[in-house]
C-alpha cells in the first residue's frame, strides 16, 4: 500500500566534535526526496566548531532544530533525549559524519510493512569520497523477523540506517548507557512486531579516526575480552525485553548464566555446548561456506578464553 506523503518525518542527529564531515551529511538529509517534517539535532557539548556550523544551518532551514548539552551525556543518552525531543510520526536515525542516499526515507518508508516497528537498510563503510558504485557485503546475514535469539551476542541493526515508529520508543525508553541503543531498539522491536530489513545501500558510513562507533587498531584479545564483558550485561537487560516470549526469556538467562560462570572459570563445557546446540540462532548472522568451523572457533574462544 502506497505510503502518504503527509507522513511526518523527523530525522533525529546526535553530534560531538564533528565539524569536519558534519555538513556534508546535513546538506544530505536536508536535499531527501522525502519531505523532512523536522531534523532535530543534539549537540553533546562539542568544543570544535560543530555548534557554529549548525546554528548556520539552522538560521536557513526552518526545520531544524537544535538543542545543546551544557554537560555531555554520552552517545547513549543523548541520542535518548534526541529521540524523545522529536515529534514526527516516524523517527529516522543519523550520524554525524556519514552520507544518506537521496531517497534513502522515500524507498525505507515505501518498503515498510504496517505491522513493524522499526525497518533498516543496508548500509557501506568508506574512506574518502563516496563510493559510486556501491557493492553489498558477502560476510552477513541481517536480522530480521521477530526472532531475538540472534541478537544474543551480535547486531546487524545499525542506528544510521534505521527508521522507527514512535510507539517502540514507550516500551524501549530509558535506554541502558551501556547497551548501544540500536541494539536494544532492534531486540524490543523482535519482540513486538519484528524488524524488517530493507537490502538496499542507501547510507554511506563513514570511517575516520574518530568513530565513535568503529574504533581502529584493536587486537582480536582485547576486542574479545571487551566483548565477553559487555555481553554479559547485555544479556542481563535482555531478559527483560518488553513482551519477551517466556521461551526467549529463558533462552537468554541460561545463556547469561552459562556466561557468566564461564568467566569466572566455570562451565565453559557447558557453554560451549549450549552455543554449539543454538548456533543456527546465535550466529545467524555469520555467513561462511563451512559455517560449522567458524561457528566452532568463536564458541570454543567465548567458553574458553578468560577475561
Not at 506523503?5 to 558534519?22: D, E, F, I, K, P
Not at 529516522?92 to 552520507?99: G, M, P, R, V
Not at 557447558?270 to 561462511?288: E, P, T
Amino acid at each position: 500500500m502506497p505510503v502518504s506523503t503527509h507522513l511526518q518525518v523527523s530525522v533525529v542527529m546526535c553530534t560531538y566534535n564533528g565539524a569536519t564531515y558534519l555538513a556534508e551529511q546535513l546538506l544530505s538529509i536536508l536535499r531527501q526526496s522525502w519531505p523532512i517534517y523536522e531534523l532535530v539535532v543534539v549537540d553533546d557539548a562539542s568544543t570544535d566548531a560543530t555548534f557554529s556550523i549548525l546554528e548556520a544551518f539552522a538560521q536557513q532551514h526552518a526545520c531544524i532544530r537544535l538543542f545543546r548539552n551544557q554537560q555531555q551525556l554520552g552517545y547513549n543518552k543523548n541520542f535518548e533525549r534526541a529521540l524523545t525531543l522529536a515529534t514526527g510520526e516516524v523517527l529516522a536515525i543519523a550520524d554525524q559524519d556519514d552520507i544518506w542516499h537521496p531517497q534513502k526515507i522515500e524507498r525505507m518508508l515505501q518498503a515498510w510493512p504496517e505491522g513493524s516497528p522499526l525497518i533498516y537498510c543496508d548500509s557501506i563503510r568508506f574512506w574518502g569520497e563516496v563510493p559510486k558504485k556501491p557493492r553489498p557485503g558477502h560476510l552477513m546475514n541481517r536480522v530480521w523477523g521477530t526472532d531475538p535469539r540472534p541478537l544474543a551476542i551480535y547486531n546487524t541493526v545499525c542506528g544510521h540506517a534505521l527508521i522507527l515508529r514512535r510507539s517502540l520508543l514507550s516500551l524501549a525508553l530509558p535506554f541502558d548507557k551501556d547497551i548501544y541503543y540500536d541494539w536494544w531498539l532492534a531486540l524490543v522491536a523482535t519482540c513486538n512486531g519484528g524488524v524488517t530489513y530493507f537490502p538496499e545501500i542507501l547510507v554511506y558510513q563513514r570511517q575516520h579516526q574518530h568513530n565513535a562507533s568503529l574504533p581502529l587498531n584493536v587486537t582480536k584479545a582485547a576486542a574479545y575480552a571487551r566483548d565477553r564483558k559487555m555481553i554479559l550485561h547485555n544479556l542481563s537487560r535482555f531478559v527483560d525485553t518488553p513482551n519477551i516470549k517466556e521461551e526467549d526469556r529463558k533462552f537468554f538467562e541460561r545463556l547469561r548464566q552459562l556466561w557468566q560462570q564461564s568467566m569466572e572459570g566455570k562451565s565453559g563445557p557447558a557453554l560451549l555446548a549450549f552455543l554449539l546446540r543454538y548456533r543456527s540462532h546465535i550466529y545467524a548472522s555469520k555467513k561462511r561456506k563451512l559455517a560449522i568451523f567458524s561457528q566452532l572457533k568463536r564458541s570454543l574462544r567465548y567458553a574458553f578464553v578468560k577475561g
